[in-house]
């Protein structure tokens, strides 16, 4: 089966590049934020998909590792991905769609809730701020319905 990219493909090579990143880290209620570093690496695999391994420290000391993938199916009519992380053992699914200004992607994907005891909504809004420079701001709704940031992330561009 021979399938065309869409223009919804080529936005994804915005991401391609090695990446630095800080990030800044809610750790729970009374808790003060935590501040973490490392490096992300994103490439295209094909046409369709951009696949992105991160490294860096976590806010307890240790070196956690990630893998992003995220695509467009054409027959859904939106984005779509999955992360994994060495700090856990859940599989990320996310669903997703682009705001109309073209820069702002937003990945929303069921997960566990900070309690434990049931499961929540999280939104991972991807922002091109400029060619070199991008955000990842994450957010959980909370059960009034409200939604908590609890992590924003710069990412400066290394090199392409």
């Known amino acids: 089966m021979h399938t065309d ?3 919804e493909h ?7 590049g090695r990446w ?10 009374d808790q003060p934020r935590r ?5 992300e690496t994103a490439r295209m695999l094909g046409d369709f998909w951009l696949i992105a391994e991160g490294e860096g420290e976590m806010p307890d000391g240790d070196t956690g590792r990630s893998l992003l993938t995220i695509g467009f199916d054409p027959a859904r009519g939106g984005y779509t991905g999955t992360w994994v992380g060495s ?11 682009m705001d109309e200004s073209g820069r702002e992607l937003t ?5 566990p809730d900070f309690s434990g005891t049931g499961m929540a909504l999280y939104h991972d809004i991807h922002r091109i701020e400029s060619e070199d420079r991008r955000l990842v701001v994450s957010k959980v709704r909370m059960p009034d319905g409200s939604w908590q940031e609890f992590m924003t992330a710069v990412y400066t561009r290394i090199s392409a």
């Open 5 to 7: 990219p869409a223009p």
């Open 10 to 16: 080529a936005w994804l090579r915005h991401l391609i």
């Open 20 to 29: 630095r990143y800080t990030a800044d880290c809610l750790m729970g209620p």
């Open 35 to 39: 501040t973490f570093t490392g490096i």
């Open 87 to 97: 700090m856990m053992t859940r599989l990320w699914v996310y669903e997703g769609r």
């Open 107 to 111: 990945l929303a994907a069921e997960g």
